[in-house]
Nanobody, 123 residues
Framework: QVQLVESGGGLVQAGESLRLSCGAS????????VAWFRQTSGKERDFVLG???????LSRGAVNDRLTISSDSANFPVNLEINDLRPEDSAIYYC?????????????????WGQGTQVIVSS
């Protein structure tokens, strides 16, 4: 029902900032919960931040103050800004979506996924 496309990744220096964007096509008129995950080689996808339709932020614990998630009133695009990037932020970043109001932070709870955008942070 929705196709997701991430953009904004790349090679950056430590200390810089990036804004990743999750665009969508298809039924973007419906209400979605959208989340960002990241994955490094050999590890499972790890929840970063999410946002529900209308703006409530979905987080696992306290929000890392280097991270900001935002979207406009139309759901998409959903942007993830990462400030003061560190080498350990290097990963493939995925956005994922689930229809409706959802509070889960596990990958299996999301039905639609983008292809990912790679972030490499050099020290």
């Amino acid at each position: 029902q929705v196709q997701l496309v991430e953009s904004g990744g790349g090679l950056v220096q430590a200390g810089e900032s990036l804004r990743l964007s999750c665009g969508a096509s298809g039924r973007t008129d419906m209400q979605w919960t959208v989340a960002w995950f990241r994955q490094t080689s050999g590890k499972e996808r790890d929840f970063v931040l999410g946002i529900k339709h209308g703006g409530p932020i979905l987080s696992r614990g306290a929000v890392n103050d280097r991270l900001t998630i935002s979207s406009d009133s139309a759901n998409f695009p959903v942007n993830l800004e990462i400030n003061d990037l560190r080498p350990e932020d290097s990963a493939i970043y995925y956005c994922a979506a689930r229809l409706g109001d959802y509070s889960g932070t596990e990958p299996r709870g999301y039905d639609y996924w983008g292809q990912g955008t790679q972030v490499i942070v050099s020290s």
